[in-house]
């Protein structure tokens, strides 16, 4: 190949005779059709970094396309040439919907030895490596090849770039700059003044060659996995404006001392770091400080009264360190502020003593500390409010019964505070509230007919002691989408339910409701998803109006009076992950089409009045992901459903290893997040327990209190991941099936009250993380088995039995023989097991485990 310099010289031949490169401002031919084949590389399509263009305001267009045969080159978009030369200096090519690779051999990297500025940012280079032949620009002072989507090892050779001022490789996931590569890079940077790694994978301690960059005025490092102490040196580089090196959860360091008062630093971020210690006096000196994010770290302490010099802030974040004491009054001196959090410390005092009323503050964070008193007083400056959040605090008394302004604010966040006495008119009456919350408070008292502006979308108001009739008014806001009022006392009906087209959580849990469910459940709005109306005094049928397309994904209806069957409809609800009817009066047989159900993780039908036999899937794989299976306390009669024992696989060879451990429900929303954690009663090793929160390893089957008869089917080893397992009083017949020893992951298991005989298979005792095992009034014999798990259990795991002994039995009876003694007996009747079951009404082991 030619190298530049012979490209050069013939260039320049081939100047002498053409008049063309001799014309100001009209490019070579040579630049010209180098860079109309370097632009045959791509193809031009918007890509997922042209809507970041759009976010930073910047038009995204493809450039290229203007780059036409036979038109001056210095013309076309994006090209930038030199005014006496006609050499192209600069090509700015950023937002041009590139896509493709740049290869090494590319005619961009030899025919442009002079170009200074290089911008490929915001193109989609799809995962490629950055070519290390972007050493030959050696003039170039500004790459920028920020969200391209370049990936892999960033070449050595970008170093030799040594007259770079201005370098970004930020946002390009993938892109690693292993060890040496950012020593060298900084030790040859020399002038340097804008440096921006972020999301690069340094993943190495700080250079301290970084200090010898002595005119850098921007450095972002952050997210880019540096870890050990960072140089405090950094930090009083002269010219330094911004410093971002948040992300980098392994990075150590304090915050340093500003001892004279000529710092240049307007922007420091040093969130999600392992920075400690406490924010020292001279912080004030920071006169130029507008930004400072200091968030997710360790440090604590309080907060020294010179933060009020910083009169430059707009932003301030400490939030979520240890920082104690009072917050000081100085604070409402920055006039100038925006954003202030200070939430998830441990502050204490009065809100009012530092709260500023200053027009400019838009969002105010100050939960989660232990700030008390009442509700402080807002500003008449606070006009501009949009989020306030109190929350998590000891804030005392009842809210003020007026208050002036806040046109603007959007999110009122009050929950987990000791505030009483109702809620005043005015908090629905602010213009443009969108999100409202004072959960877990004392208020009493009930709901006027509230009016409110359209915006209301999120309301929750549970764990409070509010009560009376709801306002069902409240369904007509066209926005409203989260409605959360468990555990009151409200009562009322839902009869306006089906105005909210925008209903998604609907959480009414925990009160006094009562009525029927609107006939248009199913099928007037295609988002609603959670449906909890657990612990209320509903009544009727469940209408069964379920459309093809919806989106539920928890219905949850336990412990209320409904009645009739199961509607069949319900079978289009394919997202249903959480079925509840548990603790009602539902009449029907084993709705066996919810098996169609792919989703569906949690089926309860506990304590209801179903009935009859289960019949058998004729699915190849029913239900197949259920994970939890609740029918006890029914009437339901017939063999045990053996076909669900074979395949319900989501109970099956489960890799726990594989499983993230989170909560059944769902997290999610644009703009306010919003959580909702499906709750369920559910019988765990013999106590009836309320789970606030569902891991969705949980796995467990109930059909205990039913007339179910015939025997354990031997396929049940199959569900070996299952955790509980209760089929007790029951009619079940023969013998303890030896396969119940591969459900190895079980902690309960409950066969008690049934007709089982024989013995309890010596296998049992492979079940090591039995807790709980209850074979009690059965008409078991022989030996109970020795050693793991079994040297645990207590007599009440066996009493009613025929004839079963060894310890525990024997050892709280004051029976005066040996143990030895008693050992031959119960060996003698177990080997006679055949008939012994039949005979020994009233044999020696029988009578032993009946004294006790
Ligand atoms: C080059 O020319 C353009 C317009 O013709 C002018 O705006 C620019 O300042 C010139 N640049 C230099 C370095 O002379
Ligand atoms: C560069 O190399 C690629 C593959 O290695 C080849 O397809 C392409 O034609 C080459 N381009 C030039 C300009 O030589
Ligand atoms: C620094 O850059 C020069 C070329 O400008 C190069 O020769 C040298 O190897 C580079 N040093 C490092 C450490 O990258
Ligand atoms: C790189 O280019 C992008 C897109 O034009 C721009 O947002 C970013 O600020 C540039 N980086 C530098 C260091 O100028
Ligand atoms: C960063 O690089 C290091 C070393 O190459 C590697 O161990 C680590 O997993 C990488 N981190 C990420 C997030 O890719
Ligand atoms: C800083 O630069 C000086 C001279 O240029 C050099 O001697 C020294 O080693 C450099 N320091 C670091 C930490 O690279
Ligand atoms: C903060 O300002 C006060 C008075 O305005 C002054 O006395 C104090 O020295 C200043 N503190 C710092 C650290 O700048
Ligand atoms: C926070 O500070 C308190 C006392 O100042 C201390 O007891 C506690 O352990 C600290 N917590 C953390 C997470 O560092
Ligand atoms: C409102 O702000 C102005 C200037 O921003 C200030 O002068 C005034 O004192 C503030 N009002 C109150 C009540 O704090
Ligand atoms: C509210 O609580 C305060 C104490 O924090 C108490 O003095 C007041 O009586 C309570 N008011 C109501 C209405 O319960
Ligand atoms: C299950 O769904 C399939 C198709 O989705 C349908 O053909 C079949 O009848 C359904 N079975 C039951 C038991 O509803
Ligand atoms: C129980 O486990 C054994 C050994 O892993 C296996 O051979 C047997 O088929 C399993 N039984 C059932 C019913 O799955």
Redesign the pocket.
Known sequence: MVSNNQLFHLFLFLCFFQISCLHAQLCTQEQSSALLQFKQQFSFNKSPADDFCDYYGIHSYPKMESWKEGSDCCSWDGIECDNRTSQVIGLDLSCSWLNGNIHPNSTIFYYFPHLQRLNLAFNDFGMSRISSEFSQFTRLTHLNLSRSSFSGKVPIQVSFLSKLVSLDLSYNY?L?L?DPGFELLVENLTKIRELNLREV?I?SVVSNSLLNLTSLTHLDLSWC?LFGKFPDGIFHLPHLNELSIWGNLALTGYFPEFINSSSPLQYLVLSNTNFSGELPDSIGNLKSLKKLYAARCKFYGSIPTSLGNLTEMIDLSIRYNNFTGMLPSSLSNLGNLVWLGVGGNNFEGKIADFLPNVKSLLYLYIGSNNFGGPFPTLGANLTKLVELDLSNNQLTGPLPSQIIGLPNLMSLSLGDNLINGTIPPWVFSLPALYYFNISSNKLTGHLKDFKSTDHLSVVDLSNNNLHGRFPSSIFKLVKLAILILSSNNFSGELDMLCHAISLQILVLSNNRFNGAIPQCLGNFNIYFFVLDLRKNNFSGTIPDTFAEENSFKTINLDSNGFEGPVPKSLENCKMLQVLDLGHNKFSDKFPYWLENLTSLQVLILRSNKFHGPIPNSKLKFPFPILRVMDLSNNYFTGPLPRKYFENLNAMMNVDEASFELKYLGMTGGSGLAYYYNDCLTIVIKGSTIEMLKVLTIFTAIDLSKNNFEGQIPQIIGKLNSIRGLNLSHNSLTGHIPTSLANLTMLEWLDLSSNKLIGKIPQQLRNLISLEVLNLSQNQLIGRIPQGNQFDTFLNDSYIGNLALCGPPLSSTRSDPRTPQQEDNTCCLSGFNIAGLWMWAGMGTCYGISYVL
Do not use: D, K, L, T
């Open positions: 993938g690693r292993e994978n993943s996995e």
